[in-house]
């Protein structure tokens, strides 16, 4: 599938990091067999650029690791339409992420994972989020999302191993 990552990074961001954001994003799309051509737009930022964004959008005054701005209000398992695409791109826009590279790094190192996974899991985590997914409640929705993350970082051979560069 003909699908687009539109990233932004306002901090310095390694290639690598960028790439495994990509990479997440698109395996997610897939992963959930969206099959139509999509637009998903990235911005790579800090704790402080997140914390003002997060104040701004929700009335939260503090970092996060990720915020994601659907376009389209989706189920989980509902997939974007064709008519929906842009009309200059022919790809349907799903909405917008925000990822504290800060924080990533940060709770890579509390919970004992890489890096490379956490950055993974928030592209995977914000994806699904954009499709529809959430986590209001610690039941059925939380455990949903949760099987669907883990399933996607599993195809991507991302697992909870020992920290690494990022």
């Known amino acids: 599938m003909d699908h687009e990552v539109c990233l932004e990074a306002q901090v310095e961001t390694p290639l690598v990091v960028e790439a495994q954001i990509t990479r997440s ?3 997610a799309l897939e992963a959930e067999d969206v099959g139509v051509p999509c637009m998903v737009g990235v911005c790579v930022t800090n ?3 997140i914390h003002q964004t997060n104040l701004e959008t929700r009335g939260v005054d ?3 690791d990720v915020l994601s701005f659907p376009m389209f209000e989706l189920s989980p398992g509902e997939k974007p339409r064709a008519a929906w695409a842009e009309p200059d ?8 992420m925000m990822i504290s590279l800060e924080r990533a790094r940060a709770q890579a190192e509390e919970f004992g994972h890489s ?5 993974c899991y928030l592209a995977v985590h ?4 954009l499709l529809g997914y959430d986590h ?5 929705m939380k455990a949903q999302m949760r ?3 883990e399933a996607i970082l599993g195809k991507l051979g991302i697992t909870r191993g020992a920290p690494d560069e990022v």
């Open 147 to 149: 099987a669907r993350e």
């Open 89 to 96: 791109t022919h790809k349907v826009y799903l909405g917008d």
């Open 47 to 49: 704790d402080e650029g």
């Open 25 to 27: 994003v698109l395996a």
């Open 136 to 140: 209001l409640d610690e039941g059925p």
């Open 62 to 64: 503090r970092p996060t």
């Open 126 to 129: 914000s994806v699904l989020h």
């Open 115 to 119: 890096p490379e996974r956490e950055v």
